[in-house]
């Protein structure tokens, strides 16, 4: 058993070999530029994008190929998404609709576009995490360009009902975004069953490589187009410039490929470890799941630890790789947005921590990382 144990996997996962080894050739022997249409290593370049983009489309229940524009990961995807429709939707309105909860690559941009005179409404959720949806209805109004919830909660994995979800969304005539870097490659994702007009998502998250993600654009009903962000030389149909990174495209397509292949077994057997984990930490008196009674990510698990102060209790957690699900800032710890607007106290915010397990966590870690964490708590509540 090696230390740190990873349980990190929703920040993000090692490239998984074989999705390097796709990759590979694509440095050296086959370098050439996918925009370079005048000899073979630019053909064979543009060929393996083009193959790429028609294998995640497919997985992701796209209608076609053309609606998938690369970026250089969800977090751009998202800055294209959101100010790309505030931009060229200016005419029809300026409101748009997210929630408490989101990414902060959501919500930042969202207080960006609230500086340029747009009106962003950020929906609260209850102590599971979930909207209330009569509370949506009521929200969007006839300047509503756009509801952005995320498909998956990155701290606690709490699940949205997107169907639901988008039924309201359209009635109202408006699109649909969902940030789905936590579920693409974990869930079934189709766009068109799940209603989403415009999806994010990262190759990072789901064993493939940093540095490159995706924004889906619906063509057709209702047909989701975005104002472009960068600019210079008219790639990806013109919405996003620049030279497109084909190793990581390759293994981003071949990473998803692989989550789609063994999904089912993996999502099984991650979901008994997480409850493994999840049966053993709850032996500890005074903890609490944060999220539970929702629908969850099979790998996700978001403890909060009573009197236990939240910076010693990462300093004792060592021999385990876990986020505080607080954000750090100027050597002072924080509660999560997240967790606190789920109602969860601050003391008990910042003495939380979010497990999420992947493809190369065992059961021998899992029980392992249970001893660790009661002795921890143990030794700092000083019984």
């Not at 994995?157 to 974990?186: C, N, W, Y």
């Not at 998250?205 to 209702?222: I, S």
């Not at 981003?252 to 979901?271: F, N, P, T």
Request: glycine residues 10%; hydrophobic residues 40%; aromatic residues 6%.
């Amino acid at each position: 058993m090696k230390f740190p144990i990873y349980l990190d996997y929703n920040a993000t996962t090692p490239v998984d070999p074989r999705v390097l080894e796709k990759m590979l050739p694509w440095f050296t022997e086959k370098f050439g530029n996918a925009a370079s249409n005048t000899h073979p290593f630019g053909w064979a370049a543009e060929e393996a994008v083009k193959m790429a983009r028609e294998s995640l489309a497919q997985n992701i229940g796209a209608d076609s190929p053309d609606e998938i524009v690369f970026t250089s990961g969800a977090t751009e995807a998202i800055n294209l998404a959101l100010k790309g429709v505030a931009e060229l939707y200016a005419r029809k309105g300026n409101h748009l609709i997210t929630v408490a909860t989101e990414h902060k690559a959501v919500l930042d941009t969202c207080k960006y576009l609230e500086k340029t005179g747009h009106s962003v409404t950020y929906l609260p959720v209850d102590k599971r995490g979930l909207i209330d949806l009569e509370a949506l209805r009521a929200a969007i109004t006839d300047q509503t360009l756009l509801v952005a919830v995320m498909y998956a909660n990155n701290e606690t994995g709490v699940i949205h009902p997107l169907r639901e979800i988008a039924e309201i969304v359209h009635e109202k005539g408006a699109l649909f975004m969902s940030d789905a870097t936590q579920a693409v490659g974990k869930l079934p994702v189709d766009v068109n069953a799940d209603g989403i007009d415009l999806m994010t998502f990262s190759g990072h998250k789901m064993y493939g490589p940093k540095g490159v993600g995706g924004l889906y654009l619906r063509k057709r009903r209702p047909r989701a187009v975005v104002a472009p962000q960068i600019h210079g030389g008219g790639h990806e149909h013109g919405f996003r410039s620049g030279t497109l990174n084909v190793p990581g495209i390759v293994g981003m397509s071949e990473a998803l490929q692989l989550c789609q292949d063994g999904m089912a077994v993996e999502s099984q057997r991650l979901e008994g470890l997480r409850d493994q984990l999840q049966a053993g930490i709850l032996e500890i008196p005074g903890t609490r799941v944060n999220g539970l009674g929702a629908n969850r990510l099979p790998n996700t698990l978001n403890v909060s630890f009573e009197q236990v102060e939240g910076e010693a209790l990462i300093m004792a957690l060592k021999q385990l790789a876990v986020s505080t699900g607080s954000a750090c800032t100027s050597a002072i710890m924080e509660p999560s947005h997240v967790l606190s607007a789920m109602g969860v106290a601050d003391d008990e915010a910042i003495a939380s921590v979010r497990f999420s397990l992947g493809r190369f966590n065992t059961g021998a870690e899992i029980e392992h990382a249970i001893d660790h964490v009661k002795a921890a708590v143990k030794r700092l509540r000083g019984n």
